[in-house]
């Protein structure tokens, strides 16, 4: 645990608070696979506190406790605590749901199964797929809306209250009920979910319509059947977590992440559980966004490297790119707005291997925590990407928070050679920096993923590197790629857990036109517009929370008719007429394919809102405590150990908490902090800004 406050300034008096700087005492705690991180900021006397503690995963409640008594902070103090919890994701991704039941229009219970033409792997008959909800629990009862609106088949309110009973004897926990064109006209659904409050124990319910809005019946019914799936174990959690939070003296609102990177009270999240998935990662995101803007570098690729996988995303401006066409995993896309962070399975776990044809793979299997890489010393004997950095001195084995055991550098080597180098005609080092090439590759791959594939060049943009493994790869990725500069922030490891100090209330609101251009209503489109702007708004004010300013965002989402997929258009106000429609379109789809269709006509599918309430400014220059700093780079020097760099180097190593305020490092270097290394490599040059962030321009290829 550290304790730090912001340094005063050249005449000896902190900076004046000013209208739009975070006033109080806030917590943000992010639950991950490995760590629960605490970040604690007090406005008033300056002071931040952090906090790394075990992730309790039988109950992630025990760890944001331990995390806030690591960091002896009193949670009756607190004006705010922000949390990230990986409670939905990890239900999501293992499976681990409650019993869910569905009401569905007659005819279509296997809308969830047959989804779309696609399988688990593009050749072959192989791979499999199990559906959210299981067939004996999807019931079906006549009513029919149609596409317009009107309404075909009467709902048979008898039929409805015959199947709730039927699923409450199979003993589900939670229902969904998802009819036929509810987007259009979403009357059954309603008055169905007023039937079933009547009938159904508890309070998970779930109708398709309320969720999203959209007009695709399977994204819609994955999307609602994700959140009842969700819904029981997330109200547990959070309720057990206040009540706990509760004896300590905290009666302030609990915000909880949302995977669009704002929060919502703990009193209502429960209600569109399916929001918190993947909230993890979109709070990354957030920091990154914010504190870019600070740094004056507003344009990012993020890029969150952990134990067993990468996660990347791009911010244009500042703002993170936010999508509706999540697909977590074959086949169950889950169409609530969502950060858009791509992950691949490359992480400081990932087993290198030479396969069945020589080639050397690394990924996307991993050692996971236990046993681990070779170097946690936990009986892991499968060299990994930590092992790789390990063995080329990139890595020291005395400063790794995970060891616990005593694993020799030539233990390591004498793995990568028997495992890796013998089979390829390679020396231990030669094995170790294959590794670290090929990881860099994939690594690399998963950020043009989210630049170039959507018609952006990675040159335009800098590489923000954290996660606990992120900047020991950063700038060889960077360079791999074309990007010019890398920022590290002050504290790479627990960026996620800052990410829920600094985010913003945020709502995003998805209404379905789904007509071709030419035939839509111009007044009723603006209309949706001013609607969801006062229901954003709205909720807004419900939330107790500060807020700086407002911020309004707008975009359509359309395509040419007769394609499938979807093109987001961002617009510049809530009015747009048809011809800028049109030509912002044809404008988006240019930019991103390189074609140009004036024959086809344009379909005007979705219109969204985002309303965001930005919060007060946090002075991100406490994360450093500054009497740590020296006055010299030479006094922050701990040492020199020799380190591969395509040749064996005598690398000077630096403590990042002693560097010089205006410290300006040359590589090769090694920079180590309590969360992460940072490695420079030759030709990299780091400075240090007013805030802590390290930013490396990226040398030229060797």
Known sequence: ???????????????????????????????????????????????????????????????????????????????????????????????????????????????????????????????????????????????????????????????????????????????????????????????????????????????????????????????????????????????????????????????????????????VVAEEAAKTVMSGPASGVMAAAYTGRRAGIPDLLTYDMGGTSTDVAMIRGADPAVSHEIEIEYAMPIHVPMVDVRTVGAGGGSIARVDAAGLLQVGPDSAGSVPGPICYGKGGLEPTISDANMALGRMDPGKLNTISGDVSLETIRAAFQSRLGDALGLDATEAAAAVLRIATAKMADAVRMVSISLGEDPRDFALFAFGGAGPLHACAIARELGVPRVLVPARPGITNALGCVVADLRHDYVATVNQPLDACDMEEVHALFARQVEEGRAAIGRERVEIAEEKISFSVEMRFIGQTHLLRVPLPSATPTREALQALFEEAYFKRFQVKLPEIRPALVNVNTSVIGRRPEIDLSALIDPAGRKATLDEARTGTRPVFFDAWIDTPIYWRDHLPAEATLSGPAIVEQMDCTLVLEPGDVATQDTDGNLIVTVGPRT
């Open 1 to 267: 645990m550290l304790d730090q406050k912001t340094p005063a300034d050249a005449a000896g008096k902190a900076p004046e608070m000013t209208d739009k700087t975070l006033t109080g005492r806030f917590a943000g705690i992010d639950v991950g696979g490995t760590f629960t991180d605490l970040v604690f900021y007090d406005s008033k006397a300056r002071a931040v506190k952090l906090a790394k503690v075990p992730t309790t995963l039988d109950n992630q409640s025990k760890g944001v406790l331990a995390a806030l008594d690591a960091a002896a902070v009193d949670a009756a103090a607190l004006d705010l605590i922000v949390h990230g919890t990986t409670t939905t994701t990890n239900a999501v991704l293992e499976r681990q749901l409650c019993k869910t039941g569905l009401v569905t229009t007659l005819g279509f219970r296997d809308v969830l199964e047959l989804g779309r033409r696609t399988r688990p792997h593009a050749y072959g008959m192989t791979g499999q797929f199990r559906p959210i909800i299981p067939r004996d629990l999807r019931l079906e009862i006549p009513e029919r809306m149609l596409a317009d609106g009107s309404e075909y088949a009467a709902l048979d309110e008898d039929a409805l209250r015959a199947a709730l009973a039927e699923l409450l004897d199979k003993g589900c926990e939670a229902l969904v009920i998802h009819f036929l064109h509810a987007y259009a006209n979403p009357a059954h659904e309603i008055r169905g979910g007023e039937i079933a409050r009547e009938i159904w124990p508890n309070g998970n319910i779930t109708l398709g319509h309320a969720l999203i809005s959209e007009s695709r019946e399977f994204e819609r019914g994955v999307t609602a059947a994700v959140n009842a799936s969700v819904q029981p174990l997330l109200r547990r959690y959070v309720e057990r977590l206040a009540d706990r939070l509760s004896e300590r003296g905290y009666e302030r609102d609990l915000l909880v992440m949302n995977g669009n990177g704002g929060m919502v009270s703990a009193r």
